[in-house]
């Protein structure tokens, strides 16, 4: 069972980055897949979610607006699109799954994207 | 949103000694199903978070036995019972019984 997400990026502010998630080893429908992000050197703050068989999406409030969750249920892949990207944006973003049938958080995390915003 | 807070954020210790870290939380986090949503997780540097302890007590798999999770409502703990060197990270707790899911700041665990 793994998580593996796509390499980092570069962008300037006001800019739009997508960070993608491939997981493998377990029935991708069955599962919610998560989003987080770790400022450098800070604690982690989650971001949203998606059921990939519906895919409904919850986000936190602060985000709403700015961050699209999709997925690709061929491919195994969801994605998370942030837009109107600002230097407090920088962070290495994390893909975590949730649970399935039952209520769990994060058992499972990608390697890690990290995203830089700079002009 | 829920607000947990950690003690200490760091903790030196010295290998093969104990170590206790604190979680309280602004809410009960007796979720209504009759669960705690309280787990902890280990960051290693340079590492992506992993869980060590679901739903205020359960081991994951190829967790080691020294760690253990307890408490009730408002007040948690992760102990280990003999630090080892692979210890070395930051410990978060993070709540999922209340939307939406919110982690503490963490603790710094070293090595004297």
């Known amino acids: 069972v793994q998580l593996v997400q796509s390499g980092a990026e570069v962008k300037e502010p006001g800019a739009s980055v997508r960070v993608s998630c491939k997981a493998s080893g377990y029935n991708f429908t069955d599962y919610f897949l998560h989003w987080l992000r770790q400022a450098p050197g800070q604690g982690l703050e989650w971001i949203g979610r998606?059921?990939?068989?519906?895919?409904?999406?919850r986000y936190l409030e602060k985000f709403q607006g700015r961050v699209t969750v999709t997925r690709d249920s061929s491919i195994n892949t969801t994605y998370m699109e942030l837009s109107g990207l600002r230097s407090e944006d920088t962070g290495v973003y994390y893909c975590?799954?949730?649970?399935?049938?039952?209520?769990?958080?994060?058992?499972?995390w990608g390697q890690g994207t990290l995203v830089a915003v700079s002009s | 949103d829920v607000v947990l807070t950690q003690s200490p954020l760091s903790l030196p210790v010295t290998l093969g000694q104990p170590a206790s870290i604190s979680c309280r939380s602004s809410q009960t986090l007796l979720h209504t199903y009759g669960t705690t949503f309280l787990n902890w997780f280990q960051q290693r540097p340079g590492h992506p978070p992993r869980r060590l302890i679901y739903n205020l007590s359960n081991r994951d798999s190829g967790v080691p036995e020294r760690f253990s999770g307890s408490g009730s409502g408002t007040d948690f703990t992760l102990k280990i019972s003999r630090v080892e060197a692979e210890d070395i990270g930051v410990y978060y707790c993070m709540q999922g019984s209340h939307w939406p899911p919110t982690f503490g700041p963490g603790t710094k665990l070293e090595i004297k």
């Open positions: 975590a799954r949730g649970g399935g049938q039952i209520i769990s958080y994060f058992d499972i």
């Open positions: 998606i059921h990939p068989r519906a895919g409904v999406t």
